[in-house]
């Protein structure tokens, strides 16, 4: 897919095709990511840093569900 680049103030903007939009459920408005990975750059509208934070708190409930069922009574 190739797409146009176009002066948006001192910056550079891309122009998304609505199928792009609809593919990754954003609007215009919304926010997207640059997630820098070994096969290049990727666009998303998850915030990395909070998925990576979510997984951790996952991983601590799981090891603490013990400790975390008696403080919840």
Do not use: C, W
Not at 30 to 59: K, N
């Amino acid at each position: 897919m190739n797409l146009t680049l176009v002066p948006v103030g001192n910056s550079i903007g891309v122009i998304l095709p609505r199928e792009v939009l609809e593919r990754l459920r954003v609007e215009q408005g919304g926010h997207l990511y640059l997630v820098e990975t070994p096969r290049g750059i990727e666009l998303t509208p998850f915030d990395p840093d909070f998925a990576e934070q979510m997984d951790a708190a996952e991983r601590m409930m799981r090891e603490d569900r013990d400790v975390l069922s008696k403080l919840a009574k």
